[in-house]
């Protein structure tokens, strides 16, 4: 796979979605209550079995954006926001569904997802 110059947003966008993914799921690895209010939900379970999960998903996001973007992987970035949205929509939709939410929360999920949008499809349109 060939590396390309990113523009300059393209980098900036990449490595905030990057550091903010691996942020949230180190938070939710390591305080996982604070983390479940954040995302907009009041989960009461016996473990943190959810928390872990979403950690791991999260990080696991987060490193995808960090190595892509600083590989310069143009289409397999763009194809990561486009695709990579499905779970801020997801998420918005559990938020606002649930019976126990925090729902002022819900909003950065949907924001989440439009930024997703506009990096993917920015980076899918420019020539090259």
Same mark, same amino acid.
């Given at each position: ?57 999260? *990080? @696991? %996001? ?14 397999? /970035? #763009? !194809? ?15 938020? *606002? @569904? %649930? ?14 997802? /439009? #930024? !997703? ?12």
């Amino acid at each position: 796979m060939l590396t390309e110059k990113l523009p300059l947003w393209a980098k900036l966008l990449g490595y905030f979605f990057g550091a903010g993914l691996i942020f949230i799921g180190g938070r939710f690895l390591l305080l996982p209550e604070q983390a479940e209010l954040g995302f907009g939900l009041i989960y009461a379970q016996p473990n943190e079995s959810f928390h872990y999960i979403k950690g791991v998903r999260d *990080l @696991t %996001s987060g490193l995808f954006f960090t190595v892509f973007t600083i590989a310069g992987w143009r289409k397999p /970035l #763009a !194809a990561l926001f486009l695709i990579g949205s499905l779970t801020p929509v997801g998420d918005m939709i559990i938020v *606002l @569904t %649930s019976p126990s939410t925090v729902l002022s929360a819900a909003w950065i999920h949907g924001l989440t997802a /439009l #930024a !997703a949008w506009i990096g993917g499809y920015f980076l899918l349109r420019q020539k090259g």
